[in-house]
Nanobody, 127 residues
Framework: VQLQASGGGLVQAGGSLRLSCVAS????????VGWFRQAPGKEREFVAA????????GYADSVRGRFTISRDNAKNTVALQMNSLKPEETAVYYC?????????????????????WGQGTLVTVSS
């Protein structure tokens, strides 16, 4: 699976962005997809993930209620709608895919276990 993340850019605090992750290659619908972010000098951290069917979703506490993850398997796309963005959320955002497993927050929020990673898209939130 090849992943291509896009949609990043510069936005003011309180604004919104919509990131997209488009997949090609193997059957996309068989994969759990997660979004992670990495700020300069910090470790990569979990943001959100979605099950292969889209029926289960998980979010980091810091983004729950402001970010929404969704997928369209017919278009091989996973989106991350980000609202009420904060300056501290400035980071490179990555999408990643792993083989479908029983979905739980513990199972999807670690970076290990994800087999495929996109190249990242930069989100800059100005204050």
């Amino acid at each position: 699976v090849q992943l291509q993340a896009s949609g990043g850019g510069l936005v003011q605090a309180g604004g919104s962005l919509r990131l997209s992750c488009v997949a090609s290659g193997r059957t996309f619908s068989r994969y759990v997809v997660g979004w992670f972010r990495q700020a300069p000098g910090k470790e990569r951290e979990f943001v959100a993930a979605i099950s292969w069917s889209g029926g289960s979703k998980g979010y980091a506490d810091s983004v729950r209620g402001r970010f929404t993850i969704s997928r369209d398997n017919a278009k091989n796309t996973v989106a991350l709608q980000m609202n009420s963005l904060k300056p501290e959320e400035t980071a490179v955002y990555y999408c990643a895919a792993k083989s479908a497993t029983p979905f739980s927050l513990d199972a999807v929020r670690g970076t290990t276990g994800y087999d495929y990673w996109g190249q990242g898209t930069l989100v800059t939130v100005s204050s």
